[in-house]
């Protein structure tokens, strides 16, 4: 006996199971309207039933919607059935670009990728939060399941929108990582529930490098709670001295973007960026010229000031 396919607000028909993860299932999906295949990513039922989380998830997804770059995964649409019909138990549901590629995490999970592919990979990434952080949005959960290397080697960096609902969602590291899965790209200041910036970003950035370099995590614990503790109070191993393999020129440029204080790592994506570009070509920008790029790419800017409480 067939049964009808799942389709969301008259538009969207799911397909099949495609990839979960602990907030959300994403189902392989067609949207009928412009005859196109998309991804459908929908909220897990439990965390739906916060009413709080689903504002945030709501409001986070549709400004995720106005970002468009190369480098981060296209979010085309975003609903939630219960502010049309409170009748319906249905949860929110995210509408994105269907990527065919591998994730981040599968490539490490095979061990240390070659330097050349580890910057690829981290600049990949670095480019579209440099977008990101032009436009005011801050990710928060960067790591390589939430990055996508297509068929054709393009990095694209997903969940925008989820990322800063969870994390605005939850007060304490427990409560974080129950929904999130994972403290191992935390930040220090997302590790003490503090509030954070872009610099965070840049942060859990350092994780994956060092992780790509080494094919193993700065911090490892028996438990997400004493893996926040390390990434507050001790001092990483640099990747050299894990993998003899990987370019002694990369040591303090992972080391400085694992700083403890963010005022003391790269002020932005472009300077990271820069540092690889130059670890790789063996040119180390003069103070003067990362003064200049500094000036040039953002010129004032109250990014990177503490955010209000709200926040």
Known sequence: MSTEPRVLAGRYRVDELIGH???AKVYRGYDLT???????KILDPELARDN???TR????AQSASRMSHPSIVRVYDAGDPSTTDSSTDEPPYIIMELISGTLLKDIIAKGPVPVEDAVRYVDGILEALDYSHRAGVVHRDIKPGNVMVTDKGQVKVMDFGIARA?????????????????AAYFSPEQAKGEPVDARADLYSTGVVLYELLTGRQPFRGESPVAVAYQHVSETPVPPTEVNEDSPGALD?????ALAKDPYQR????AHFRAALDSAVSGHAPSRKELGALTSELYGPCLLYTS?????
């Open 21 to 23: 993860g602990g907030m």
């Open 52 to 54: 709080a989380f689903r």
């Open 57 to 60: 998830f709501r409001l986070e």
């Open 266 to 269: 790269y002020p932005d994506a």
């Open 34 to 40: 412009l005859g196109r295949a998309v991804a459908i």
């Open 307 to 311: 955010p209000s409480p709200r926040d």
């Open 166 to 182: 969870v994390s605005d969602s939850s007060s304490t590291v427990a409560e974080t990582t129950q929904i999130i899965g994972t």
């Open 252 to 256: 303090p440029i992972v080391l400085r």
